[in-house]
């Protein structure tokens, strides 16, 4: 799920199927990680978090698994929907401060 | 839903000339931040503020770039003099607690798009 530059990985699914989206972080001490929606012109939308406490949480459609020993991040959404499609970007905080570190995103394209 | 609001929503600007970024958070919110997003990049980190002062601030939040929170609503964001490399969508973001908070939730609004030329 990382990027470089203006290049974005794009995941492509068909409507009603199930999107896996994954994050590579780096900094070990991380506490905490968000996943956010960006859609074309807008601002980052608040999808769902998790803290490194945990290795998974649940919301509406969407799951977050974490997985601290090599230092990966997936969001899952269920049944894909053709509102679902934007960029999506991982972030991670550490409790020590106040700002997020974000990654480079994945454009998500839902086919109807 | 409350959200964050942001003015303008996109400002052109001479290099060199002076740009005030106007951000309305939300209301119950203690925590303030901007970020930045250079177009096709990802989201970058500026400054937070807390209980009228920065708390945190990164590399590119150097001595052209200040924050203020001028009243009990606006919280603004100042580039002395542009460069054409400020050219950025500009993001607004205000929570009501900070990082280690459990829950804590960072709310960002619409963005101001500013183009130096």
């Known amino acids: 799920g990382e990027s470089v530059g203006l290049h974005l990985p794009t995941l492509s699914v068909q409507e009603g199927d199930n999107s896996i989206i994954n994050c590579a972080y780096s900094?070990?001490?991380?506490?905490?990680f968000i996943w956010y929606k960006q859609e074309s012109g807008k601002g980052p939308q608040f999808i769902i978090d998790?803290?490194?406490?945990?290795d998974k949480r649940q919301g509406q459609r969407v799951t977050v698994l974490l997985n601290k020993t090599v230092k990966h991040l997936s969001l899952q959404i269920a049944a894909t929907q053709p509102g679902d499609s934007a960029v999506y970007f991982c972030?991670?905080?550490?409790?020590?401060?106040?700002?997020?570190?974000f990654g480079g995103g994945t454009r998500l394209m839902v086919k109807p | 839903e409350p959200e964050v609001t942001q003015t303008p929503s996109h400002q052109v600007t001479q290099m060199g000339q002076e740009v005030i970024l106007r951000c309305v958070p939300i209301?119950?919110?203690?925590?303030f931040y901007w970020y930045r997003q250079i177009l096709g990049q990802k989201v970058e980190f500026l400054v937070s503020?807390?209980?009228?002062?920065?708390?945190?601030k990164s590399e590119i939040f150097d001595d052209q770039f200040s924050v203020e929170r001028p009243d009990g609503s606006n919280f603004t964001l100042k580039i002395r003099s542009t460069k054409l490399e400020d050219s950025a969508m500009y993001f607004c973001?205000?929570?009501?607690?900070?990082?280690?908070?459990?829950?804590?939730?960072?709310?960002f609004g619409e963005g101001s798009w500013l183009t130096v030329v």
């Open positions: 900094n070990s001490a991380s506490d905490y």
């Open positions: 998790i803290r490194s406490n945990m």
């Open positions: 503020f807390y209980n009228n002062e920065i708390s945190e």
């Open positions: 973001a205000s929570s009501e607690l900070g990082n280690s908070n459990s829950g804590n939730t960072i709310y």
């Open positions: 972030a991670e905080g550490e409790d020590a401060g106040n700002m997020l570190t």
């Open positions: 209301s119950n919110h203690l925590y």
